[in-house]
Nanobody, 116 residues
Framework: QVQLVESGGDLVQPGESLRLSCVVNGDYVWVNSMAWYRQAPGMQRELVATIFTTGSTNYEASAKGRFAISRDNGKNTLYLIMNNLKPEDTAVYYC??????????WGQGTQVTVSS
């Protein structure tokens, strides 16, 4: 089955940046729209950013202007550039297809912690 492997999360201070990566094993990253989700403790998983097959993107309101989703078809990898991180961004970040339900099994996610 398809495996999603997220990485790049870290403990950072407010205002710093991170780049998250998602390697898609078993499928091609360009054949589907892809998305980043996040889940904070005690909260529901929420959609953060989407990149469509056309290359068009969409962002959750709090991420707009700070985050950028992209993909590298040659590396079969999805990225999320996160700038000006805030404590409210603290969550486990996951990749998958957008929509309900997503196409692939959830990966382990990668922890992003923004704290002073």
């Amino acid at each position: 089955q398809v495996q999603l492997v997220e990485s790049g999360g870290d403990l950072v201070q407010p205002g710093e940046s991170l780049r998250l990566s998602c390697v898609v094993n078993g499928d091609y990253v360009w054949v589907n729209s892809m998305a980043w989700y996040r889940q904070a403790p005690g909260m529901q998983r929420e959609l953060v950013a989407t990149i469509f097959t056309t290359g068009s993107t969409n962002y959750e309101a709090s991420a707009k202007g700070r985050f950028a989703i992209s993909r590298d078809n040659g590396k079969n990898t999805l990225y999320l550039i996160m700038n000006n991180l805030k404590p409210e961004d603290t969550a486990v970040y996951y990749c998958n297809t957008p929509g309900v339900p997503p196409r692939y099994p959830w990966g382990q996610g990668t922890q992003v912690t923004v704290s002073s």
